[in-house]
């Protein structure tokens, strides 16, 4: 089955520095790639998502960018703010988002000092 | 509006008691979910409910009982439940992408 591994497990920037977090999956046919972001005492917000027919997408200050070959795919958040503070899971799926059936990562505890 | 509504936020209860989570979503998705968080980890898919019947159980124990009463609600019910199924219990909707709801924060004492 598939495995999604997560690196760092904590990220510590200060404001206004970039941050990436970084996952590879073990299933080549794993074909949608969501990370979400999860404050304290929330459900895990959708923030970006990717599909295996595109290299990059970017959302204002955030960017996901996946290589298929490497079976790898990263989350990179720009001039990061404290509200950016949380946890992010990234997560991949052979189905789409439609079957939930997602295998997540071990999550990144993000910290932005001001 | 990508919102899906749980209630109630918190709920304490002891080994002994039945109680309830429920559910709410009108985005018209037709796949709901039931999942499990424990502190510092990953969601955990506990049930999935496609066109309003159970296509999922990811071997939960029988203690914990889903309902899907109609496309809009999926219930969680609970009794004889264990200190440690004490978690996060999340629940979310999906179409082309899965979103979550805010959780209920079980204590089971």
């Known amino acids: 089955g598939e495995n999604v591994e997560q690196h760092p497990s904590t990220l510590s920037v200060q404001e206004g520095d970039s941050a990436v977090i970084k996952c590879t999956y073990s299933d080549s046919a794993s074909n949608y790639f969501p990370w979400y972001k999860q404050e304290l005492g929330k459900g895990p917000q959708l923030i970006i998502d990717?599909?295996?027919?595109?290299g990059e997408k970017k959302d204002q200050r955030i960017a996901v960018t996946l290589n298929k070959t490497a079976k790898h795919f990263s989350l990179h958040i720009t001039e990061t703010q404290p509200e950016d503070s949380a946890v992010y899971f990234c997560a991949a799926s052979p189905y789409g988002g439609s079957q939930g059936n997602l295998i997540f990562g071990k999550g990144t505890k993000l910290s932005v000092k001001p | 509006d990508t919102e899906v509504t749980q209630t109630p936020k918190h709920l304490v209860m002891g080994m002994t008691n039945k109680k309830s989570l429920k559910c709410e979503q009108h985005?018209?998705?037709?796949?709901m979910y039931w999942y499990k968080q424990k502190a510092k980890k990953p969601p955990e898919l506990m049930f999935v409910?496609?066109?309003?019947?159970?296509?999922i159980n990811e071997s939960v124990p029988s203690r914990f009982s889903p309902e899907c009463p109609n496309s809009s609600l999926l219930n969680l019910h609970l009794h004889a439940l264990q200190p440690e199924d004490s978690a996060l219990y999340l629940c979310?909707?999906?179409?082309?992408?899965?979103?979550f709801g805010s959780g209920t924060q079980l204590s089971v004492l």
């Open positions: 985005m018209g998705h037709r796949a």
């Open positions: 409910y496609s066109y309003e019947k159970l296509s």
């Open positions: 979310a909707s999906s179409q082309e992408k899965l979103f």
């Open positions: 990717i599909r295996s027919n595109v």
